[in-house]
């Protein structure tokens, strides 16, 4: 027979957890303040049943992919619209060190990823980062003040920066010696490394001359 | 083959390749429970969905290189969402103090619900944001997931009768909370 009451074992004994479930019971029979303690706790269970469970978004299990592999997608799809002529992925083209730039990016729909984080309002991109969309998100970044560029779905975008007095290539493999390694192996099967200058403005990007690669 | 293996079967094969390092078997892990490690951070965090997208990755990541820790179906939903508690009482940890609740809820509610139902859903979900984290990680446990007190208390680190005496109180908040939606 209990002496005390029963408050911290209501939900065990709404579980069937409980090993003394009897007396609970007995308890809750005789003991009006625990009765109505149990009516609360059970209401409450039963309010949490309200509670639906929610699909993962897509873009989760690219952002796991991403950070399991060592370099992005192998078909990745590249569509864009352009309102400026900064942005520029190819890929096997390393990117140029740079002054460290940022730039506004906006979440349009679902959570796009900038870098290795979903964002759920506005983020920053650097030279160098990815944004990743997949079917349901979209992301708008805002250059300078050129324009804004949209990233559509399923569309991942990498940022790179090109000056028009730069004279050759080099990679920059403190940041990525990984992107390095992968990058000699590939020159040493015999694939070719090009380099062309070119000249940007806000209404195009015109090829000029090449540059030579360097280590 | 896999076909006429129960639940549990199935769960111990996927397991077992996975430690192997096989990638397709991870993604079909992946698939069993993301929903449910997603809706537990979703609901943790106020409907947050970029903390909960990061907190599922995070979940899943540190699954996947520390599978082999594994010796067999038994220990795993225990292990899971003890990297579920962790993750999100972490992220909660470096948060600033809460936000408004429900204002970046996108409810999940279907066009079908009619206004009443909805005016409930929003109500329990306002309610579960607001009780103390360590009642509102046990209560979403519960509720998103089958464990059993015994398994719960290995999850959360403590008792079992901790466990209970968490979903005990975590609930009668919660019915406090909600009182005007009682018939």
């Given at each position: 027979?209990?002496?005390?009451?029963?408050?911290?074992?209501?939900?065990?004994?709404a579980?069937?957890?409980?090993?003394?479930?009897?007396?609970v019971?007995?308890?809750i029979?005789?003991?009006?303040?625990?009765?109505?303690?149990?009516?609360?706790?059970?209401?409450?269970m039963?309010?949490?049943?309200?509670?639906?469970s929610v699909?993962?978004?897509?873009?989760?299990?690219?952002?796991?992919?991403?950070?399991?592999?060592e370099?992005?997608?192998e078909?990745?799809?590249?569509?864009?619209?352009?309102a400026?002529?900064v942005?520029l992925?190819?890929?096997?083209?390393?990117?140029?060190?740079?002054?460290?730039?940022?730039w506004?990016?906006?979440r349009?729909?679902?959570?796009?990823?900038?870098g290795?984080?979903h964002?759920?309002?506005?983020g920053?991109?650097?030279?160098?980062?990815?944004?990743?969309?997949?079917?349901?998100?979209?992301?708008?970044?805002k250059?300078?003040?050129?324009?804004?560029?949209?990233?559509?779905?399923?569309?991942q975008?990498?940022?790179?920066a090109?000056?028009?007095?730069?004279?050759?290539?080099?990679?920059?493999?403190?940041?990525?010696?990984?992107?390095?390694?992968a990058?000699?192996?590939?020159?040493?099967?015999?694939v070719?490394?090009?380099?062309?200058?070119?000249?940007?403005?806000?209404e195009e990007?015109?090829?000029a001359?090449?540059?030579?690669?360097?280590? | 083959?896999?076909?006429?293996?129960?639940?549990r079967?199935?769960?111990?094969?996927?397991?077992?390749?996975?430690?192997?390092?096989?990638?397709?078997?991870?993604r079909?892990?992946?698939?069993?429970?993301?929903d449910k490690?997603?809706?537990?951070?979703l609901?943790?965090?106020?409907?947050?969905?970029?903390?909960?997208?990061d907190?599922?990755?995070?979940?899943?990541?540190k699954?996947?290189?520390?599978?082999?820790?594994?010796?067999?179906?038994?220990?795993?939903?225990?292990?899971?969402?003890?990297?579920?508690?962790n993750?999100c009482?972490?992220?909660?940890?470096?948060?600033?103090?809460d936000?408004?609740i429900?204002?970046?809820?996108?409810?999940?509610a279907?066009?079908e619900?009619?206004?009443?139902r909805?005016?409930?859903?929003?109500s329990?979900?306002?309610?579960?944001?607001?009780l103390?984290?360590?009642?509102?990680i046990?209560?979403l446990?519960?509720?998103?997931?089958?464990?059993?007190?015994e398994?719960m208390?290995?999850?959360l680190?403590?008792?079992m009768?901790?466990v209970?005496s968490?979903?005990?109180?975590?609930?009668?908040?919660?019915?406090?909370?909600?009182?005007?939606?009682?018939?």
């Open positions: 027979m209990f002496s005390r009451h029963v408050s911290r074992e209501l939900a065990a004994y579980d069937r957890e409980l090993g003394n479930a009897v007396e019971e007995r308890h029979g005789q003991c009006a303040l625990c009765r109505a303690e149990f009516e609360q706790v059970q209401f409450g039963a309010m949490v049943e309200h509670l639906p699909e993962a978004p897509a873009a989760i299990w690219a952002s796991i992919e991403a950070a399991l592999e370099k992005p997608r078909k990745p799809i590249w569509r864009w619209a352009f400026a002529a942005l992925t190819v890929a096997g083209i390393a990117y140029w060190r740079a002054p460290v730039v940022q506004d990016v906006i349009l729909d679902g959570t796009p990823i900038v290795a984080k964002i759920s309002g506005t920053k991109i650097v030279v160098g980062e990815w944004i990743r969309t997949d079917s349901a998100s979209r992301a708008g970044i250059v300078g003040d050129i324009g804004t560029v949209e990233v559509e779905p399923n569309t975008v990498r940022v790179m090109a000056k028009a007095d730069e004279h050759r290539l080099a990679l920059a493999r403190d940041i990525d010696p990984r992107y390095g390694a990058f000699d192996r590939a020159r040493a099967l015999g070719e490394a090009i380099a062309y200058r070119c000249v940007i403005s806000a990007i015109a090829v001359g090449p540059v030579p690669v360097l280590g | 083959m896999v076909a006429h293996l129960s639940d079967e199935t769960s111990a094969a996927i397991i077992e390749s996975c430690r192997l390092g096989d990638r397709d078997a991870f079909a892990l992946y698939d069993i429970h993301k490690v997603y809706s537990i951070s609901y943790f965090f106020h409907g947050d969905q970029a903390i909960a997208s907190v599922t990755q995070q979940v899943f990541l699954l996947m290189t520390g599978i082999g820790q594994f010796r067999g179906d038994a220990e795993f939903s225990t292990w899971l969402y003890r990297l579920v508690v993750a009482l972490d992220a909660a940890r470096r948060q600033k103090p936000a408004a429900s204002e970046v809820f996108t409810a999940p279907s066009q619900e009619d206004y009443a909805r005016e409930v859903a929003t329990v979900r306002a309610g579960v944001s607001a103390p984290p360590k009642f509102r046990a209560v446990l519960r509720h998103f997931e089958d464990l059993s007190y398994q208390a290995k999850v680190h403590c008792s009768g901790t209970a968490r979903l005990s109180r975590g609930h009668k908040i919660l019915a406090e909370r909600l009182k005007g939606l009682r018939g």
